[in-house]
């Protein structure tokens, strides 16, 4: 069928592009230089095929990159059909410790408040500052690779220090759950395991950990770029990456039950593709 097609020209190329999907806007992360590393694009012109959407640019105040891999802050992405009244748009970030010029390992929250019809009155907040469970998410240098594969001197990059897509937003009637994962080093020797944590808030206050957790199962093999959502009666689901030298790269996924022991990861890991090459 028949779709329309926008283009933008920005300052510097936007690489890494992480999408997401809010109810007042598509938001966008880039990995790119200039000021604005975060965008809102006008959503309800968009779908109705109309002439000209707007972009907003946006920089992320207070954040600090990590120059041995990719800047990947990350979009809440809307899931279901609820969110509280004029709910700003959400961004995160991880900041580590191990990164200079940062004292301890956290996340950073920051709300956008776009104005369509005067674009200039559009903010971006100052970030809130989540502290966490200490997590290491120093791994080699990006492009030098970090997890092996079976019967060849080539390691996999597993992109650490980067909120990994998507992070997952749902509101139920109580609290709003935003569900954020990223890779952590488990060994000091780049074995990675899936660091995740669920934040909540009531309405647009401020978030909270509500549980987190580190998903990492001690068979000697690296679980990486994970991704989870939470279903209407707040069930998760946990899909990654998985390798090792005895392991060639493939997907599995586990999960938890709404109500099980908080921080953990209940479900017995399955399949979902068995890596052959």
């Known amino acids: 069928g028949a779709y329309n097609v926008y283009q933008y020209s920005l300052d510097a190329f936007p690489d890494y592009p992480h999408y997401a999907i809010w109810h007042d806007g598509y938001y966008v992360t880039a990995n790119k230089g200039g000021t604005n590393k975060v965008y809102a694009m006008e959503r309800d012109v968009m779908i109705a095929g ?6 907003i640019g946006y920089p992320l105040p207070g954040s600090v990159q990590n120059t041995n891999t990719v800047y990947s802050p990350e979009p809440a992405n809307l899931t279901g059909t609820n969110y509280p009244a004029d709910a700003p748009g ?12 940062i004292a301890n390992d956290h996340l950073k929250v920051w709300e956008i408040e776009n104005d369509w019809v005067t674009p200039g009155n559009s903010t971006i907040s100052a970030p809130q500052e989540i502290p966490t469970t200490p997590f290491n998410s120093v791994f080699a240098p990006f492009g030098t690779g970090d997890v ?28 709003n759950s935003w569900i954020v994962t990223f890779n952590t080093d488990i060994d000091g020797n780049d074995t990675s ?5 669920e934040l909540r808030n009531t309405g647009n206050g401020p978030f909270s950990i509500y549980q987190e957790g580190t998903y990492a199962p001690a068979d000697g ?34 999960g938890r039950y709404d109500g099980d022991p908080l921080g953990e990861m209940t479900i017995a ?6 890596g052959t090459g």
């Open 90 to 101: 959400l961004i995160t970030y991880l900041q580590d410790d191990g990164w200079g010029g």
């Open 269 to 274: 890991e399955e399949w979902i593709h068995e």
């Open 148 to 175: 092996n594969q079976p019967g060849t001197g080539n390691k996999i990059d597993m992109i650490g220090g980067v909120i990994s897509y998507a992070a997952n937003y749902r509101s139920f009637a109580s609290h």
């Open 50 to 55: 109309g002439a000209n959407p707007q972009i």
């Open 221 to 254: 093999h690296s679980r990486f770029m994970g991704s989870a959502a939470m279903d209407a009666a707040g069930n998760i689901g946990m899909g990654f990456n998985i390798a090792s030298a005895t392991l060639k790269a493939s997907i599995k996924y586990t």
């Open 193 to 197: 395991g899936v660091r995740w944590i």
